[in-house]
């Protein structure tokens, strides 16, 4: 609380739209039975606003910038056109659309929580000409992947998901994400980091330690790794790579 109020003395004008996203916060919670239907609606509303600001783009150029960084690390660490992608959280293809064009046909499968962010990515794809690459895009109401073969992905990324995300669906994925993957397949994923004690803002942003993931990617046979050249200069994100043992 007196860090709270110091901030607000130092800066005012942030006091107004601070409040007015914690009324809309308690509004969400209230209305909600769970984390991932909380964020649902969250999804929903930013999406009726802006489907950049849905996914953590301040506008149309940032989108395509960050889109762009994250396709050409994938690239840049042994991606190929033969490789079966999942992209999990894949929003309005910000990535996605690069990855589509790039994947052979039927190559690129993209799951996402809010049905409004897929039927913008479905736009995407009209608008980008990529229907012939026969992309799948599904919403999911939980990351367990009941409904996805064994062994099938030589690739899985997931960025900006771990940061929405409270413990218990992080280890729910890691959990099962496995299973999905080939034997030396790939799971990206970013994630802010907390230096010390884990927290939390508006029960939306999460704050983790990477021992936290390194523990939980042991506890499930994965091996984890921090990777010490993905450069986020908007969002200060880290990135592991998973990686499950041949």
């Not at 840049?76 to 490789?83: E, I, N, R, S």
């Not at 397949?185 to 994630?191: A, H, L, N, Q, S």
């Not at 907390?194 to 508006?202: G, K």
């Amino acid at each position: 609380m007196s860090y709270k109020v110091a901030f607000a003395v130092r800066h005012p004008d942030q006091v107004l739209p601070y409040a007015r996203r914690l009324a809309t916060d308690a509004f969400l919670r209230a209305r909600t039975r769970d984390h991932v239907s909380y964020y649902r609606a969250v999804m929903k509303s930013r999406a009726s606003r802006s489907v950049y600001d849905a996914v953590g783009s301040s506008g149309h150029d940032e989108w395509v910038e960050f889109g762009q960084m994250q396709f050409d690390y994938l690239v840049k660490h042994g991606l190929m056109p033969a490789d079966r992608v999942l992209e999990i959280g894949c929003g309005n293809l910000r990535a996605g659309r690069l990855l589509i064009g790039y994947l052979d046909k039927g190559s690129y499968y993209g799951i996402d929580i809010s049905p409004d962010i897929l039927f913008a990515a479905q736009k995407a794809l009209a608008d980008y000409g990529l229907q012939g690459k026969m992309a799948i895009l599904t919403p999911v109401q939980d990351l367990t992947f009941s409904f996805l073969p064994d062994d099938y992905f030589t690739v899985v990324n997931a960025n900006s998901v771990f940061t929405h995300c409270p413990l218990a669906i992080i280890d729910e994925c890691l959990a099962h994400v496995g299973r999905i993957m080939v034997p030396g397949g790939i799971f990206d994923f970013t994630f802010y980091r907390a230096e010390d004690t884990e927290y939390d803002v508006y029960w939306e942003d999460f704050y983790y330690r990477t021992e936290t993931f390194l523990e939980l990617a042991r506890k499930y046979g994965l091996d984890a790794r921090l990777m010490d050249d993905w450069d986020d200069p908007w969002e200060r994100q880290l990135k592991i790579r998973l990686t499950r043992p041949d």
